[in-house]
């Protein structure tokens, strides 16, 4: 039995060598938000964060993965999915159809941690994930919303919650529900 | 609240099914998912709930569960028909969750729930009639339910947001109170809808309902299904469609560890299946495959091209609109502009992979899937299980993008149940490599087009001649639709008026007619259809003649368009608002297009910029979209930016060729998709004239093309008549 610490678990596992850390997550660990696109790293969607860094989980074999090694998955990375990144994006609707979106969320809460004020060129540069419904423009904008509600909770300015208070740019209508699911 | 999952009633009649069938899973069985979204919805037992109508459920605490028969991909299409379905409820909208009745369900109820079909952008517009009465009846009968129990006319008692009043006694009940009684009631027989003026909800930016799950990694696709004691398929059918499985050499195969069994499947396609999908996959690798590739073998895209253009000039050639005498006021014309386009094959690259998972014995079939069309999904069931629909059962699961992939054929949903079928009372979960999904597809049709127009000594033209040749998606897939050699569809966007997709321009005499050429390459409804290439041919030669005759593009197109009001009025509310009149910023060039597809009206105007070295820069899309009524407008905007994404991956990247009678490209590596750095700013005009419902999802794809490869002449004077982009030069 190998070990690997994922979302803060030492969790046992058993593979060949070559298994890529994907489908141990996906088929022995049940961590499904973590998906299959290319098995090639083009595509982004098996993105995960191993202490910290975005990593394409579908050609990296969990054999080379120390049991030191932190491994967060879309399911860890925040208990009630209350990330800036993860409410920025239920405040402006960003997936379309979502397959894709837990390799953008972990993209782009690596880069706001590495960059806590990112340009256009650093989100150009570290979003290379691919989308085919076409979500980019609210991947921007989500990330950008983040950005700004992570400065002003520094500043201590309303943490948290105060994405449910910001009118989004979109104009978009929440029910209190919608805004509140995850919190818990 | 889960939505989009598949109704408590399917998971009732699933639960019983595969105790019936399989005996190991009957101990401990449930679906995780389904007992997830328990979880979330505190009162679910909704099967002891009687429904008020086949569209709607109301439980004891107020949550009002709206049936959908549409799937959703991504296209908002769940939010969507909930909105008109409330509308009409007068629901309280915080409380509306969803949930997705079977297709056995629909056949046994005699199709309650009418097409489950979700393509041709017609998930709305198609079923909003009978979705907003459906709520209209329900919202009737639990107001009467009331009135009964308040001994008062029903006249007297008002309604809004789940809360039925009667102001004479100053009572008040909710939905939740008397939906038992209500469900007892027989519906009216005629019902009046609301007028679209008095909409409270149809209209309004609400959010979707089924992105909170997409942002914490809950939401179930069918690539995460888990049944217990299930095991999983990678499949490899033939690479050169027509070819055969002559046989396979396993030994290499059979060292892999967790490999359970090596089945063949059909007559073209061989499987492994294994404990996990990753095992199965490397066990496929492993297996020496020898194919019968058959008459296709040696087929090349070199070789189709120079058929199809044989066909640019042949006399066989179906006639889809016609005024006048094109040919022959072009032969008697002063001077003639001619161009040749082409548009090639391509793959719609799903970002979920195909997939499905069966459980088959002698009495019963289940199949969970992502589906676009879940009686489609059924049938191939059916058939692929020798057994009865009545036998059978399908449950839909979240798409990972659809694209039109997942909704005409269902070659994957029959695969996995001819391996299931070698492996009774095991559930299967059958996965395609990304690389399968790419040599496996249902491609973009191969056509070329053939554009010649008359020009009179002043330049006005005379006359216009369109022809098409190439693939027919029809004489694949639905030969009985082909009348007289003539696929109509074909004809997407240039038809001679109907609601559906019409020609926005009047030419005094006109011929537009199609050759058929069919290569081995079967061709499939990829997003946006036939309306794609016919924009891109018409919109871009409309230029080529502006150019011509030196006239402003959109000067041309006004005198052109006298007679189409509506089509004009979106392209104008694009050049108002780029501000068309004034100059583009010093460097960057504008281009234009406009098309009727889907029962809708696009425009877009490019602006692009293009480098020395022959960079292009798509740095800002105006687009419109006349869609009649706009039920969700910021899903609109989130449709049409999604269309310059889909749309502009296809026309800078995207091609689909043949070598050895196999598709070449295997991967994002080599057929690439647009990614956030190509993505430009887009401006989305909502202009919706109303009377009418127009689509959405699609219509705006074939506006992309067109309007990119317009601005990429004004900038450069290079006018690119074959897609992709990557294959020419920019370079000044």
């Keep these: 039995m190998a070990k690997l610490n994922v979302n803060g678990t030492v969790r046992d596992f058993q593979a060949d060598s070559d298994t890529p850390l994907l489908w141990v997550l996906r088929e022995q660990l049940g961590l499904t938000g973590t998906k299959y696109g290319c098995g090639i790293a083009q595509c982004g969607s098996c993105t ?16 080379s993965v120390k049991p030191t090694e932190k491994i967060v998955t879309i399911e860890g990375l925040s208990k009630d999915g209350s990330h800036p990144i993860q409410k920025a994006w239920v405040a402006l609707d960003v997936p379309q159809c979502g397959f894709c979106q837990s390799g953008m969320i972990m993209a782009a809460t690596a880069l706001v941690k590495a960059k806590p004020n990112p340009t256009d060129k650093d989100i150009d540069e570290a979003m290379t ?7 980019y423009n609210r991947v921007r904008a989500g990330i950008k919303m983040a950005v700004q509600e992570m400065a002003n909770a520094k500043a201590g300015k309303g943490a948290g919650k105060a994405t449910k208070k910001v009118a989004n740019a979109l104009g978009i209508e929440h029910t209190e529900g919608q805004l509140s699911r995850g919190e818990a | 609240m889960k939505n989009g999952q598949p109704v408590n009633a399917g ?16 101990v401990g069985f449930h679906v995780p998912f389904l007992k997830n979204a328990d979880a979330q919805t505190p009162s679910s037992a909704s099967t ?25 991909m991504g296209q908002g299409t769940l939010t969507g028909l909930a909105q008109l379905v409330a509308e009409e409820l007068e629901c309280d909208w915080a409380k509306v969750t969803t949930e997705y009745p079977t297709p056995g369900q629909n056949l046994a109820r005699s199709r309650a729930w009418g097409d489950f079909g979700t393509g041709g952008s017609r998930g709305i517009r198609q079923s909003q009639d009978y979705v907003r009465k459906g709520g209209a009846i329900a919202r009737t009968m639990l107001v009467q339910a009331a009135a009964d129990e308040w001994k008062v006319p029903a006249t007297e008692c008002t309604v809004a947001k789940s809360v039925i009043s009667h102001a004479a006694s100053k009572r008040q009940t909710t939905f939740g109170k008397v939906s038992a009684a209500a469900a007892k009631l027989t519906p009216p027989k005629d019902i009046a809808l609301k007028d679209p003026k008095n909409w409270t909800l149809i209209g309004k930016r609400v959010a979707r309902l089924d992105t909170v799950e997409k942002t914490t990694g809950k939401q179930i696709y069918g690539m995460d299904l888990k049944l217990p004691g299930m095991l999983n398929a990678a499949i490899k059918a033939c690479p050169v469609f027509g070819g055969k499985l002559k046989g396979f050499d396993d030994s290499a195969t059979m060292k892999v560890a967790g490999i359970k069994k090596i089945v063949r499947v059909g007559d073209d396609a061989v499987a492994v299946v294994a404990d996990t999908w990753w095992h199965a996959k490397k066990g496929l690798d492993a297996l020496k495959i020898e194919w019968d590739e058959g008459a296709n073998a040696k087929a090349s895209s070199a070789a189709y091209a120079e058929v199809v253009k044989a066909g640019l000039t042949a006399k066989d050639a179906a006639v889809g609109n016609k005024n006048g005498d094109a040919l022959a006021a072009i032969a008697a014309s002063a001077k003639t502009v001619e161009a040749v386009y082409s548009y090639p094959h391509q793959n719609h690259a799903c970002m979920e992979t195909m997939n499905a998972t069966a459980v088959w014995t002698a009495e019963k079939c289940e199949v ?17 299980a020798g057994l009865p629909n009545s036998k059978c059962e399908v449950y839909k699961l979240h798409l990972g993008g659809g694209f039109g992939r997942r909704g005409a054929v269902h070659d994957w949903v029959r695969q996995v149940v001819l391996i299931a079928k070698q492996m009774p009372g095991t559930p299967i979960k059958l996965i395609w490599s990304r690389e399968e999904d790419m040599v496996q597809g249902k491609y973009h049709p191969l056509t070329h087009c053939k554009m010649v127009a008359g020009l009179d000594e002043k330049g006005e033209i005379t006359g216009l001649h369109m022809r098409i040749s190439g693939q027919s998606i029809l004489a694949s897939l639905r030969p009985e639709a082909i009348r007289n050699g003539m696929d109509p569809v074909v004809f997407q966007g240039l038809n001679d008026g109907g609601g559906e997709a019409m020609i926005g321009y009047g030419f005094a005499n006109l011929l537009i007619d199609h050759a058929m050429r069919n290569p081995h390459v079967p061709p499939g409804f990829w997003r946006g259809v036939n309306l794609n290439q016919n924009a891109i041919y018409l919109e871009c030669f409309i230029d080529e003649i502006a150019a011509a005759t030196k006239q402003d593009p959109l000067a041309l197109r006004r005198k052109l368009m006298t007679k189409y009001p509506k089509h004009q009025a979106v392209l104008e509310a694009v050049a108002k608002h780029v501000g068309w009149d004034k100059p583009a910023p010093a460097g960057v060039f504008r281009g234009l297009a406009q098309t009727h597809g889907f029962g809708s009206y696009v425009a877009a105007c ?9 960079a292009l820069k798509v740095h800002r899309i105006v687009a419109a979209t006349d869609c009649g009524y706009a039920v969700n407008p910021q899903q609109i905007e989130a449709q049409v930016e999604g269309s310059f994404v889909y749309g502009l991956g296809a026309a800078l990247y995207q091609e689909c060729t043949v070598k050895d009678g196999r598709i070449v490209e ?10 956030l750095a190509d993505m430009p700013k887009v401006e989305t005009l909502i202009v919706a004239s109303g009377g009418f419902w127009g689509g959405v999802g699609e219509p705006t794809i074939a506006v992309a093309a067109p ?13 690119i008549r074959d897609l992709p982009l990557k294959n020419h030069s920019l370079k000044a």
Excluded: M
């Design chain 1, 48 to 63: 995960v964060h191993i202490d910290g860094a975005p990593v394409r989980s579908c050609v990296r074999p969990a054999s």
């Design chain 1, 129 to 135: 994930n691919i989308c085919r419904c076409g979500t």
């Design chain 2, 11 to 26: 998971r009732r009649s699933f639960v019983k099914g595969a105790a019936a069938s399989a005996g190991s899973l009957v």
């Design chain 2, 48 to 72: 002891a709930i009687p429904e008020i109508n086949a569209w709607v459920v109301v439980k004891p605490d107020d949550t009002v569960v709206v049936r959908i028969a549409r799937s959703e």
């Design chain 2, 368 to 384: 969970w899937t992502p589906t676009q069309n879940g009686e489609g999904a059924l049938a191939a069931t059916s058939e692929a």
């Design chain 2, 606 to 614: 490019a602006e692009v910029s293009v480098s020395k070295e022959g």
């Design chain 2, 666 to 675: 295997t991967n994002f590596h080599d057929y690439p998709s647009l990614k």
């Design chain 2, 707 to 719: 309007a990119v490869l317009n601005a990429i002449f004004a900038a450069t004077g290079k006018r």
